[in-house]
């Protein structure tokens, strides 16, 4: 998993679905859970935040060596492992809640990695793609050109248009409850999450979403 963003970057793509990812919390009763693992974790923003409105044991997975140490220091509560998630190096049925943010479209096999999420939920715990961006539904107003933008994260190795995908690798698995979705972008995204600086007023970049309840 290579990641071409600092953490100011992913602290500001962290602020921007903040209020997605609290709706999710409340849906999971998050306060209940035991067990909480994050694919993809960064600089730890997002377990970070969990570790500090939950009681659970938190355990963020991360390959890149400069951001897992970022992570351990900021988040000195939370268990950080160097992994990318396509071999989750944990039990069968081991977490109450696995998720990922902006994360498995960094991921070599992120079929795989939805797979292994699964296996090491237990029955009854949620899995969670948070936030996966489309950049074939990218719109900018007034129109320029954005081809530069998809290019260049293609070439840092990342699948541009996972986001319409999350429905189809979550339905091929068993659950109780399976919930998704598309969150729009607005002039914030400029900064949050786009290369493009000044050069647009207006982003439409779909963010899409995926968490279901493990039968």
């Not at 809640?97 to 795989?112: K, R």
């Amino acid at each position: 998993m290579t990641r071409p963003y600092d953490e100011s970057f992913l602290a500001r793509q962290a602020v921007r679905t903040r209020p997605h990812r609290l709706a999710f919390y409340r849906r999971v009763a998050l306060g209940t859970l035991g067990e909480i693992l994050e694919v993809g974790a960064g600089s730890g923003e997002i377990i970070g935040e969990i570790a500090g409105r939950s009681k659970a044991r938190c355990v963020g997975l991360e390959p890149d060596a400069n951001l897992l140490d970022i992570a351990r220091k900021r988040h000195p509560d939370v268990d950080f492992q160097p992994s990318s998630g396509e071999q989750i190096p944990y039990p069968d049925a081991s977490f109450d809640l696995v998720l990922a943010h902006f994360a498995l479209m960094w991921c070599q096999n992120p079929t795989a990695v939805i797979r292994e999420m699964y296996r090491v939920t237990r029955s009854g715990g949620w899995v969670a793609a948070l936030a996966e961006p489309d950049y074939g539904g990218f719109i900018v107003s007034p129109p320029i050109d954005i081809s530069a933008e998809e290019q260049e994260l293609k070439r840092l190795g990342a699948h541009t248009r996972l986001g319409r995908e999350l429905s189809r690798l979550f339905g091929s698995m068993r659950w109780g409850v399976l919930e998704y979705g598309v969150l729009g972008a607005d002039q914030s995204a400029l900064a949050d999450d786009t290369f493009l600086g000044g050069k647009a007023e207006l982003v439409f970049l779909p963010i899409f979403w995926a968490w279901g309840r493990k039968a």
